[in-house]
């Protein structure tokens, strides 16, 4: 696994992301699914490119399983965008880096500029 890209726990959750002070992209994944493996490497590049503007974390939900019902996750993978404390976007289903490079301008760039690659 990347090391940018941290697991967070029941535990962590609050103080990892939702007070980040940054934006947090939240991946929700199992080590059995598929399209969860297919999205590790979009998801680490995107780690690497937007190093220091956007925190990207993973919640396995096996392990923790609070989690996913706490904020309705209901399929994975699951990417969850996380402003000010507050889930703002989300999209489900595997997706290639193109696909997440416009999911996260579309939900980041407003009002801020805040994302550029």
């Given at each position: 696994m990347n090391t940018l890209i941290p697991s967070v726990t029941s535990?962590?959750?609050d103080a990892d992301v939702l007070q980040s002070s940054e934006p947090v992209l939240v991946d929700f994944w199992a080590e059995w699914c598929g399209?969860?493996?297919m999205i590790a490497p979009a998801l680490e590049s995107a780690a690497d490119r937007y190093a220091g503007r956007l925190k990207?974390?993973?919640v396995n939900i096996d392990q923790e399983g609070q989690l996913p019902a706490r904020f309705q996750v209901r399929g994975i993978p699951t990417l969850m965008l996380f402003k000010?404390?507050?889930p703002v976007a989300?999209?489900?289903g595997a997706v290639s880096s193109a696909q997440l490079d416009s999911?996260?301008?579309a939900h980041l760039?407003?009002?801020t500029g805040a994302l550029r690659p």
């Open positions: 535990a962590s959750f399209p969860c493996k990207i974390a993973k000010d404390g507050k989300t999209q489900v999911f996260l301008q760039n407003v009002g």
